[in-house]
Protein backbone atom coordinates (compact mmCIF):
# COMPACT_ATOMS: atom_id res chain seq x y z
CA UNK A 1 0.00 0.00 0.00
CA UNK A 2 1.19 3.26 -1.02
CA UNK A 3 1.81 6.02 2.06
CA UNK A 4 1.90 9.58 1.15
CA UNK A 5 4.34 11.56 3.33
CA UNK A 6 2.56 15.33 4.65
CA UNK A 7 5.03 17.56 2.71
CA UNK A 8 4.03 15.21 -0.51
CA UNK A 9 2.19 18.20 -2.05
CA UNK A 10 -0.33 17.10 -4.97
CA UNK A 11 -2.28 19.65 -6.82
CA UNK A 12 -5.59 19.02 -7.70
CA UNK A 13 -4.99 18.60 -11.89
CA UNK A 14 -2.18 16.06 -11.09
CA UNK A 15 -4.25 14.24 -8.85
CA UNK A 16 -7.47 13.93 -11.25
CA UNK A 17 -5.63 13.19 -14.06
CA UNK A 18 -3.55 10.12 -12.21
CA UNK A 19 -7.20 8.96 -11.24
CA UNK A 20 -7.92 8.93 -14.98
CA UNK A 21 -4.72 7.15 -16.02
CA UNK A 22 -6.35 4.39 -13.18
CA UNK A 23 -9.50 4.33 -14.70
CA UNK A 24 -8.31 4.33 -17.97
CA UNK A 25 -6.50 0.67 -17.50
CA UNK A 26 -10.17 -0.16 -16.20
CA UNK A 27 -8.04 -1.37 -12.86
CA UNK A 28 -10.08 0.37 -10.44
CA UNK A 29 -11.85 3.80 -9.74
CA UNK A 30 -10.32 5.52 -6.67
CA UNK A 31 -6.79 4.15 -5.60
CA UNK A 32 -3.50 3.23 -6.66
CA UNK A 33 -3.96 0.90 -4.12
CA UNK A 34 -4.65 -2.73 -5.57
CA UNK A 35 -6.36 -5.76 -3.60
CA UNK A 36 -6.41 -3.91 -0.92
CA UNK A 37 -9.74 -3.37 1.47
CA UNK A 38 -9.66 0.53 0.52
CA UNK A 39 -9.61 -0.39 -3.17
CA UNK A 40 -13.04 -1.91 -2.71
CA UNK A 41 -14.35 0.64 -0.40
CA UNK A 42 -13.38 3.46 -3.15
CA UNK A 43 -14.77 2.16 -6.22
CA UNK A 44 -17.97 1.76 -3.76
CA UNK A 45 -18.24 4.96 -3.34
CA UNK A 46 -17.49 6.30 -6.92
CA UNK A 47 -19.82 4.20 -8.49
CA UNK A 48 -22.51 7.30 -9.19
CA UNK A 49 -20.54 10.02 -9.00
CA UNK A 50 -17.09 9.84 -10.50
CA UNK A 51 -15.64 12.76 -9.91
CA UNK A 52 -13.56 13.79 -6.84
CA UNK A 53 -15.06 17.11 -5.17
CA UNK A 54 -12.65 20.03 -5.80
CA UNK A 55 -10.35 21.07 -3.08
CA UNK A 56 -11.77 24.83 -3.08
CA UNK A 57 -15.65 22.82 -2.31
CA UNK A 58 -13.75 20.59 0.36
CA UNK A 59 -11.74 23.48 1.84
CA UNK A 60 -14.62 26.32 1.84
CA UNK A 61 -17.70 24.55 2.41
CA UNK A 62 -17.91 23.45 6.00
CA UNK A 63 -20.21 22.48 8.47
CA UNK A 64 -17.71 23.83 11.93
CA UNK A 65 -20.12 25.27 14.31
CA UNK A 66 -17.04 26.16 16.56
CA UNK A 67 -15.89 28.98 14.08
CA UNK A 68 -19.25 30.21 12.70
CA UNK A 69 -22.85 28.65 11.22
CA UNK A 70 -22.04 29.73 7.85
CA UNK A 71 -20.74 27.28 5.04
CA UNK A 72 -17.52 29.68 4.73
CA UNK A 73 -17.20 30.46 8.57
CA UNK A 74 -14.89 27.71 8.71
CA UNK A 75 -12.17 28.82 6.72
CA UNK A 76 -12.71 32.59 7.23
CA UNK A 77 -11.92 32.08 10.74
CA UNK A 78 -9.76 28.94 11.29
CA UNK A 79 -6.68 29.87 9.87
CA UNK A 80 -5.56 31.73 13.23
CA UNK A 81 -6.04 28.68 14.83
CA UNK A 82 -2.96 27.04 16.56
CA UNK A 83 -2.82 23.30 16.48
CA UNK A 84 0.64 22.75 17.91
CA UNK A 85 1.42 21.87 20.42
CA UNK A 86 -1.31 19.51 20.18
CA UNK A 87 -2.41 16.32 22.86
CA UNK A 88 -4.80 13.43 22.35
CA UNK A 89 -5.60 11.57 25.54
CA UNK A 90 -7.06 8.09 25.19
CA UNK A 91 -8.53 7.38 28.54
CA UNK A 92 -11.33 5.67 30.49
CA UNK A 93 -12.08 2.00 30.23
CA UNK A 94 -8.44 0.92 29.33
CA UNK A 95 -5.60 -0.91 31.32
CA UNK A 96 -3.49 2.37 30.36
CA UNK A 97 -4.29 5.56 29.74
CA UNK A 98 -2.02 7.36 27.37
CA UNK A 99 -1.50 10.70 25.64
CA UNK A 100 0.12 11.45 22.49
CA UNK A 101 1.04 14.00 20.67
CA UNK A 102 -0.29 14.57 17.15
CA UNK A 103 3.19 14.61 15.64
CA UNK A 104 3.66 11.41 17.31
CA UNK A 105 0.47 9.60 16.52
CA UNK A 106 1.20 11.10 12.58
CA UNK A 107 4.76 9.28 12.43
CA UNK A 108 3.37 6.20 14.63
CA UNK A 109 0.89 5.52 11.81
CA UNK A 110 1.50 5.70 8.32
CA UNK A 111 -1.68 7.44 6.48
CA UNK A 112 -2.85 6.21 3.45
CA UNK A 113 -5.32 7.64 0.68
CA UNK A 114 -8.67 6.82 1.47
CA UNK A 115 -11.60 8.19 -1.23
CA UNK A 116 -14.90 8.45 0.62
CA UNK A 117 -18.09 9.89 0.02
CA UNK A 118 -18.82 12.64 3.03
CA UNK A 119 -22.99 12.92 2.99
CA UNK A 120 -23.72 15.65 5.42
CA UNK A 121 -27.16 15.19 7.26
CA UNK A 122 -28.69 18.27 5.25
CA UNK A 123 -28.93 16.39 2.13
CA UNK A 124 -25.82 17.61 0.06
CA UNK A 125 -22.78 15.07 -0.34
CA UNK A 126 -18.99 15.40 -1.62
CA UNK A 127 -15.99 13.34 -2.34
CA UNK A 128 -13.04 13.21 -0.89
CA UNK A 129 -9.68 11.77 -1.21
CA UNK A 130 -8.43 11.47 2.57
CA UNK A 131 -5.46 10.59 4.04
CA UNK A 132 -5.70 8.69 7.25
CA UNK A 133 -5.62 5.55 8.89
CA UNK A 134 -7.89 3.07 10.59
CA UNK A 135 -8.92 4.25 14.45
CA UNK A 136 -8.63 0.51 15.06
CA UNK A 137 -4.56 0.70 15.04
CA UNK A 138 -4.63 3.56 17.64
CA UNK A 139 -7.27 2.12 19.69
CA UNK A 140 -4.97 -1.24 19.84
CA UNK A 141 -2.50 0.80 21.62
CA UNK A 142 -4.62 0.70 25.01
CA UNK A 143 -5.37 -2.23 26.29
CA UNK A 144 -9.24 -1.57 26.14
CA UNK A 145 -10.98 -3.27 28.84
CA UNK A 146 -14.01 -5.85 28.62
CA UNK A 147 -16.68 -3.25 30.34
CA UNK A 148 -15.65 -0.81 27.48
CA UNK A 149 -18.80 -0.53 24.91
CA UNK A 150 -19.03 2.69 23.60
CA UNK A 151 -16.09 5.38 22.45
CA UNK A 152 -16.92 8.73 23.16
CA UNK A 153 -14.94 11.68 21.08
CA UNK A 154 -14.28 15.14 22.21
CA UNK A 155 -13.46 17.80 20.32
CA UNK A 156 -11.11 20.81 21.66
CA UNK A 157 -12.79 23.64 23.47
CA UNK A 158 -11.17 26.94 22.81
CA UNK A 159 -13.50 30.17 22.79
CA UNK A 160 -10.93 32.41 22.59
CA UNK A 161 -9.90 30.58 19.15
CA UNK A 162 -12.45 29.40 18.44
CA UNK A 163 -15.70 32.20 17.93
CA UNK A 164 -18.29 29.94 17.92
CA UNK A 165 -18.22 28.64 21.01
CA UNK A 166 -18.72 31.80 22.25
CA UNK A 167 -22.47 30.94 21.54
CA UNK A 168 -24.42 28.48 22.73
CA UNK A 169 -25.68 27.12 19.35
CA UNK A 170 -24.67 23.26 21.04
CA UNK A 171 -23.49 21.99 23.70
CA UNK A 172 -19.75 22.73 23.90
CA UNK A 173 -17.30 20.85 23.59
CA UNK A 174 -18.88 19.01 20.82
CA UNK A 175 -19.03 15.41 21.80
CA UNK A 176 -19.74 12.46 19.44
CA UNK A 177 -19.59 8.76 19.87
CA UNK A 178 -19.81 5.41 18.25
CA UNK A 179 -20.45 1.41 19.68
CA UNK A 180 -17.30 -0.18 19.85
CA UNK A 181 -17.20 -2.49 16.95
CA UNK A 182 -18.57 0.31 14.73
CA UNK A 183 -14.99 2.32 16.11
CA UNK A 184 -12.87 -0.69 15.34
CA UNK A 185 -14.23 -1.31 12.08
CA UNK A 186 -11.48 -1.11 9.38
CA UNK A 187 -13.57 1.89 7.39
CA UNK A 188 -13.40 4.21 10.65
CA UNK A 189 -10.71 6.76 9.88
CA UNK A 190 -8.23 8.83 12.02
CA UNK A 191 -8.12 11.89 9.20
CA UNK A 192 -5.08 13.54 8.69
CA UNK A 193 -4.78 15.19 5.22
CA UNK A 194 -6.82 15.64 2.47
CA UNK A 195 -5.60 15.31 -1.23
CA UNK A 196 -2.36 14.71 -0.44
CA UNK A 197 -1.94 17.63 2.02
CA UNK A 198 -1.97 18.14 5.99
CA UNK A 199 -5.69 18.49 6.98
CA UNK A 200 -6.49 21.96 6.63
CA UNK A 201 -7.76 23.58 9.43
CA UNK A 202 -11.41 23.85 8.53
CA UNK A 203 -11.76 21.01 8.03
CA UNK A 204 -10.63 19.79 11.56
CA UNK A 205 -6.81 19.75 11.87
CA UNK A 206 -4.64 18.65 13.25
CA UNK A 207 -6.42 15.02 13.73
CA UNK A 208 -10.33 14.39 12.76
CA UNK A 209 -12.54 11.06 12.93
CA UNK A 210 -14.15 9.98 9.83
CA UNK A 211 -17.32 7.12 9.62
CA UNK A 212 -18.06 6.86 5.95
CA UNK A 213 -21.36 5.44 6.20
CA UNK A 214 -22.81 7.68 8.84
CA UNK A 215 -24.02 11.43 8.40
CA UNK A 216 -21.32 14.08 8.60
CA UNK A 217 -21.46 15.03 12.04
CA UNK A 218 -20.46 11.86 13.43
CA UNK A 219 -17.30 12.32 12.29
CA UNK A 220 -16.01 15.05 15.13
CA UNK A 221 -12.98 17.59 14.10
CA UNK A 222 -10.16 18.63 16.15
CA UNK A 223 -10.34 15.85 18.56
CA UNK A 224 -8.66 16.29 21.98
CA UNK A 225 -9.92 13.45 23.77
CA UNK A 226 -11.08 9.74 23.21
CA UNK A 227 -12.67 7.81 26.04
CA UNK A 228 -13.59 4.49 26.38
CA UNK A 229 -16.78 4.09 28.41
CA UNK A 230 -19.31 1.42 29.58
CA UNK A 231 -22.52 3.82 28.59
CA UNK A 232 -23.94 4.93 25.31
CA UNK A 233 -22.67 8.98 25.54
CA UNK A 234 -24.90 11.48 24.02
CA UNK A 235 -23.20 13.23 21.56
CA UNK A 236 -23.78 17.08 21.11
CA UNK A 237 -25.94 16.87 18.70
CA UNK A 238 -28.48 14.75 20.47
CA UNK A 239 -28.29 16.78 22.90
CA UNK A 240 -29.35 19.80 21.07
CA UNK A 241 -32.55 18.05 19.09
CA UNK A 242 -32.88 13.89 20.34
CA UNK A 243 -35.82 13.66 18.09
CA UNK A 244 -33.78 14.79 14.73
CA UNK A 245 -30.21 13.07 15.61
CA UNK A 246 -30.31 9.72 17.01
CA UNK A 247 -27.09 8.34 18.80
CA UNK A 248 -26.68 5.71 15.38
CA UNK A 249 -27.34 8.46 12.42
CA UNK A 250 -26.29 6.10 9.80
CA UNK A 251 -26.98 7.06 6.37
CA UNK A 252 -30.41 5.50 5.73
CA UNK A 253 -32.88 6.82 2.72
CA UNK A 254 -35.82 5.11 4.40
CA UNK A 255 -35.57 6.46 7.59
CA UNK A 256 -36.58 10.19 7.00
CA UNK A 257 -34.87 13.08 8.95
CA UNK A 258 -38.19 15.22 10.32
CA UNK A 259 -37.25 18.46 8.16
CA UNK A 260 -35.88 17.11 5.52
CA UNK A 261 -35.56 14.79 2.56
CA UNK A 262 -32.90 11.60 3.21
CA UNK A 263 -34.10 10.02 0.08
CA UNK A 264 -31.83 11.66 -2.26
CA UNK A 265 -29.09 14.02 -2.03
CA UNK A 266 -27.18 16.65 -4.03
CA UNK A 267 -23.42 16.64 -5.02
CA UNK A 268 -21.70 19.43 -4.08
CA UNK A 269 -20.10 21.34 -7.34
CA UNK A 270 -22.54 20.52 -9.85
CA UNK A 271 -24.41 22.82 -11.78
CA UNK A 272 -27.91 24.14 -11.78
CA UNK A 273 -29.09 21.64 -14.16
CA UNK A 274 -27.40 18.88 -12.33
CA UNK A 275 -29.94 16.45 -10.78
CA UNK A 276 -30.30 15.04 -6.99
CA UNK A 277 -28.44 11.57 -6.61
CA UNK A 278 -30.08 8.63 -4.60
CA UNK A 279 -29.02 8.47 -1.53
CA UNK A 280 -27.72 4.81 -0.75
CA UNK A 281 -28.28 2.82 2.31
CA UNK A 282 -25.09 3.31 4.80
CA UNK A 283 -23.80 5.68 2.08
CA UNK A 284 -23.19 2.73 0.03
CA UNK A 285 -20.71 0.68 2.63
CA UNK A 286 -23.60 -1.17 3.13
CA UNK A 287 -21.07 -4.84 2.27
CA UNK A 288 -18.93 -3.87 4.65
CA UNK A 289 -20.97 -2.28 7.96
CA UNK A 290 -24.58 -3.60 7.58
CA UNK A 291 -23.26 -7.17 9.03
CA UNK A 292 -23.16 -4.53 12.00
CA UNK A 293 -26.77 -3.49 12.48
CA UNK A 294 -28.07 -7.07 12.02
CA UNK A 295 -31.35 -7.77 13.85
CA UNK A 296 -31.68 -4.04 14.81
CA UNK A 297 -34.55 -1.97 13.82
CA UNK A 298 -32.65 0.68 12.32
CA UNK A 299 -35.98 3.06 12.26
CA UNK A 300 -36.26 3.01 16.56
CA UNK A 301 -32.20 2.88 16.36
CA UNK A 302 -31.56 5.98 13.91
CA UNK B 1 -50.20 67.73 -12.03
CA UNK B 2 -46.48 67.33 -11.37
CA UNK B 3 -47.39 65.83 -8.46
CA UNK B 4 -49.33 63.66 -10.58
CA UNK B 5 -46.19 62.95 -12.79
CA UNK B 6 -44.05 63.12 -9.52
CA UNK B 7 -46.12 60.37 -8.38
CA UNK B 8 -45.73 58.00 -11.60
CA UNK B 9 -42.06 58.42 -11.45
CA UNK B 10 -41.55 57.47 -8.10
CA UNK B 11 -44.39 54.06 -8.85
CA UNK B 12 -41.90 53.13 -11.89
CA UNK B 13 -38.42 53.84 -9.53
CA UNK B 14 -39.90 51.66 -6.77
CA UNK B 15 -40.94 49.06 -9.01
CA UNK B 16 -37.34 48.54 -11.07
CA UNK B 17 -35.73 48.50 -7.13
CA UNK B 18 -37.96 45.75 -6.36
CA UNK B 19 -36.50 44.03 -9.18
CA UNK B 20 -33.11 44.58 -8.29
CA UNK B 21 -32.95 41.28 -6.34
CA UNK B 22 -34.00 39.07 -9.39
CA UNK B 23 -31.82 40.42 -11.43
CA UNK B 24 -29.00 40.27 -8.96
CA UNK B 25 -29.37 36.42 -8.83
CA UNK B 26 -29.51 36.19 -12.28
CA UNK B 27 -26.51 38.05 -12.68
CA UNK B 28 -24.63 35.64 -10.46
CA UNK B 29 -26.11 32.53 -12.38
CA UNK B 30 -24.60 34.11 -15.90
CA UNK B 31 -21.59 35.10 -14.02
CA UNK B 32 -21.08 31.84 -12.08
CA UNK B 33 -20.83 33.27 -8.54
CA UNK B 34 -23.06 31.29 -6.90
CA UNK B 35 -21.84 28.64 -4.70
CA UNK B 36 -20.55 24.93 -4.62
CA UNK B 37 -24.90 24.20 -3.53
CA UNK B 38 -26.16 27.11 -6.27
CA UNK B 39 -29.82 25.42 -6.01
CA UNK B 40 -29.51 26.27 -2.67
CA UNK B 41 -28.14 29.39 -2.70
CA UNK B 42 -31.01 31.05 -5.09
CA UNK B 43 -33.80 29.17 -3.06
CA UNK B 44 -32.18 30.79 0.26
CA UNK B 45 -32.24 34.32 -1.88
CA UNK B 46 -36.07 34.23 -3.38
CA UNK B 47 -36.98 33.19 0.30
CA UNK B 48 -35.37 35.87 1.94
CA UNK B 49 -36.68 38.31 -0.14
CA UNK B 50 -40.43 37.11 -0.62
CA UNK B 51 -40.06 37.89 4.02
CA UNK B 52 -38.33 41.36 3.22
CA UNK B 53 -40.70 42.06 1.21
CA UNK B 54 -43.77 40.73 3.21
CA UNK B 55 -41.86 43.08 5.87
CA UNK B 56 -42.27 46.12 3.47
CA UNK B 57 -45.75 45.58 2.88
CA UNK B 58 -46.49 45.06 6.54
CA UNK B 59 -44.87 48.45 7.53
CA UNK B 60 -46.92 50.46 4.58
CA UNK B 61 -50.10 50.91 7.40
CA UNK B 62 -47.69 51.83 10.10
CA UNK B 63 -45.62 54.16 8.07
CA UNK B 64 -48.54 55.99 7.28
CA UNK B 65 -49.79 55.78 10.91
CA UNK B 66 -46.31 57.68 12.05
CA UNK B 67 -45.88 60.34 9.30
CA UNK B 68 -49.82 61.07 8.70
CA UNK B 69 -49.20 61.00 5.26
CA UNK B 70 -51.17 58.61 3.02
CA UNK B 71 -48.53 58.46 -0.28
CA UNK B 72 -47.11 54.98 1.58
CA UNK B 73 -50.30 52.95 1.13
CA UNK B 74 -49.72 53.90 -2.64
CA UNK B 75 -47.16 51.47 -3.08
CA UNK B 76 -48.54 48.70 -0.67
CA UNK B 77 -50.53 46.86 -3.32
CA UNK B 78 -47.49 46.49 -5.70
CA UNK B 79 -44.86 45.44 -2.94
CA UNK B 80 -47.98 42.55 -2.24
CA UNK B 81 -47.49 41.72 -5.36
CA UNK B 82 -43.64 41.73 -5.42
CA UNK B 83 -44.40 39.08 -1.92
CA UNK B 84 -46.18 36.99 -4.76
CA UNK B 85 -43.56 37.01 -7.19
CA UNK B 86 -40.57 36.18 -4.81
CA UNK B 87 -42.64 33.52 -3.35
CA UNK B 88 -43.50 31.99 -6.72
CA UNK B 89 -40.10 31.88 -8.02
CA UNK B 90 -38.69 30.75 -4.74
CA UNK B 91 -40.88 27.65 -4.87
CA UNK B 92 -40.27 26.98 -8.75
CA UNK B 93 -36.99 26.75 -7.70
CA UNK B 94 -37.49 23.71 -4.99
CA UNK B 95 -40.19 22.17 -7.54
CA UNK B 96 -38.88 22.54 -10.77
CA UNK B 97 -34.80 22.98 -10.61
CA UNK B 98 -34.23 21.25 -7.21
CA UNK B 99 -36.96 18.39 -7.64
CA UNK B 100 -37.17 18.35 -11.50
CA UNK B 101 -41.17 18.49 -11.13
CA UNK B 102 -40.57 15.08 -9.25
CA UNK B 103 -44.77 15.60 -7.84
CA UNK B 104 -44.07 12.40 -5.87
CA UNK B 105 -41.23 13.24 -3.27
CA UNK B 106 -42.71 17.09 -3.30
CA UNK B 107 -46.14 15.59 -2.13
CA UNK B 108 -44.29 13.82 0.31
CA UNK B 109 -42.24 16.15 1.38
CA UNK B 110 -45.78 18.54 2.13
CA UNK B 111 -47.37 16.08 3.53
CA UNK B 112 -44.45 15.40 6.05
CA UNK B 113 -42.42 18.33 6.49
CA UNK B 114 -44.14 20.61 8.48
CA UNK B 115 -42.14 23.78 7.08
CA UNK B 116 -42.27 22.86 3.76
CA UNK B 117 -46.57 22.39 4.73
CA UNK B 118 -46.53 25.51 5.94
CA UNK B 119 -44.53 27.39 3.37
CA UNK B 120 -46.52 26.00 0.51
CA UNK B 121 -50.09 27.13 2.38
CA UNK B 122 -48.38 29.99 2.53
CA UNK B 123 -48.26 30.70 -1.08
CA UNK B 124 -52.03 28.95 -1.92
CA UNK B 125 -53.15 31.55 0.27
CA UNK B 126 -51.33 34.56 -1.88
CA UNK B 127 -53.12 33.55 -4.62
CA UNK B 128 -56.41 35.26 -3.94
CA UNK B 129 -54.88 38.04 -3.14
CA UNK B 130 -52.91 38.44 -5.90
CA UNK B 131 -55.93 37.44 -8.33
CA UNK B 132 -57.46 40.40 -6.59
CA UNK B 133 -55.02 42.83 -6.59
CA UNK B 134 -56.06 44.85 -9.34
CA UNK B 135 -58.62 47.96 -9.57
CA UNK B 136 -61.89 46.62 -10.82
CA UNK B 137 -61.80 43.91 -7.88
CA UNK B 138 -61.35 46.21 -5.33
CA UNK B 139 -64.41 48.02 -7.19
CA UNK B 140 -66.53 44.56 -7.67
CA UNK B 141 -65.19 43.84 -3.53
CA UNK B 142 -65.88 46.69 -2.23
CA UNK B 143 -65.81 46.04 1.80
CA UNK B 144 -65.02 42.85 1.40
CA UNK B 145 -61.80 43.21 -0.41
CA UNK B 146 -59.98 44.82 2.68
CA UNK B 147 -61.54 41.63 4.75
CA UNK B 148 -59.73 39.19 2.05
CA UNK B 149 -56.48 41.22 1.88
CA UNK B 150 -56.15 40.66 5.86
CA UNK B 151 -55.03 37.32 5.02
CA UNK B 152 -51.64 38.61 4.61
CA UNK B 153 -51.56 38.67 8.48
CA UNK B 154 -51.88 35.08 8.41
CA UNK B 155 -49.58 34.61 5.29
CA UNK B 156 -47.01 36.61 6.94
CA UNK B 157 -47.46 34.79 10.55
CA UNK B 158 -46.89 31.38 8.01
CA UNK B 159 -43.75 33.23 6.56
CA UNK B 160 -42.25 33.85 9.76
CA UNK B 161 -42.84 29.91 11.18
CA UNK B 162 -41.61 28.78 7.60
CA UNK B 163 -38.51 30.20 8.31
CA UNK B 164 -37.99 29.37 12.04
CA UNK B 165 -39.00 25.84 10.79
CA UNK B 166 -36.81 25.24 8.68
CA UNK B 167 -33.24 26.58 10.38
CA UNK B 168 -31.26 23.96 12.05
CA UNK B 169 -29.68 25.30 15.08
CA UNK B 170 -29.44 29.22 14.94
CA UNK B 171 -32.39 30.85 15.35
CA UNK B 172 -31.84 34.24 15.93
CA UNK B 173 -32.52 35.80 12.71
CA UNK B 174 -36.17 33.67 12.23
CA UNK B 175 -36.42 34.82 16.01
CA UNK B 176 -36.03 38.61 14.37
CA UNK B 177 -37.96 38.73 11.49
CA UNK B 178 -41.03 37.14 13.57
CA UNK B 179 -40.55 39.67 16.05
CA UNK B 180 -40.52 42.53 13.60
CA UNK B 181 -43.74 40.97 12.30
CA UNK B 182 -45.18 40.59 15.12
CA UNK B 183 -44.65 44.58 15.98
CA UNK B 184 -46.13 45.70 12.55
CA UNK B 185 -48.97 43.61 13.16
CA UNK B 186 -49.66 44.67 16.52
CA UNK B 187 -50.28 48.07 14.98
CA UNK B 188 -53.33 46.95 13.40
CA UNK B 189 -54.66 46.22 16.77
CA UNK B 190 -53.68 49.19 18.60
CA UNK B 191 -55.36 51.19 15.66
CA UNK B 192 -58.14 49.10 16.54
CA UNK B 193 -58.78 49.66 19.72
CA UNK B 194 -58.40 53.44 19.64
Not at chain 1, 114 to 129: F, N, Q, T
Not at chain 2, 108 to 117: E, G
Not at chain 2, 153 to 167: D, N, R, T
Request: aromatic residues 14%; contains cysteine.
Amino acid sequence: MKNYRYSEITPEKIYNKRRDFVKSFGLGLGSLTLGSMSLLNNAHALENNSELTSYKDITTYNNYYEFGTAKGDPYKNSQEFKIKPWNISIEGEVESPITLSADEILSLYPSEERIYRLRCVEGWSMIIPWMGFSLSKLLNKVSIKTEAKFVEFESVYDPEQMKGQRYPVLNWPYREGLRIDEAMHSLTTVVTGLYGKTLPKQNGAPLRIFVPWKYGFKSAKAIVKIKLVKKMPTSSWMKASPREYGFYSNVNPSVNHPRWSQASERVVGGSLLSPRVETQMFNGYGDEVANLYSGMDLKKYF
Amino acid sequence: MFNQINKKYLKIVIFTLSLVPIFFIIYQIITNQLGPEPIKDITHHTGKWTLYFIVITLAMTPLKMVTHLNIWINYRRMFGLFIFFYASVHLMTYVGLDYRFDIISIGDDIIKKKFIFIGFAAWLLLIPLALTSNKRMITILKGKWKKLHRLIYLISLFGAIHYLWLVKRDLTEPLIFLAVILILLSFRFKFKNN
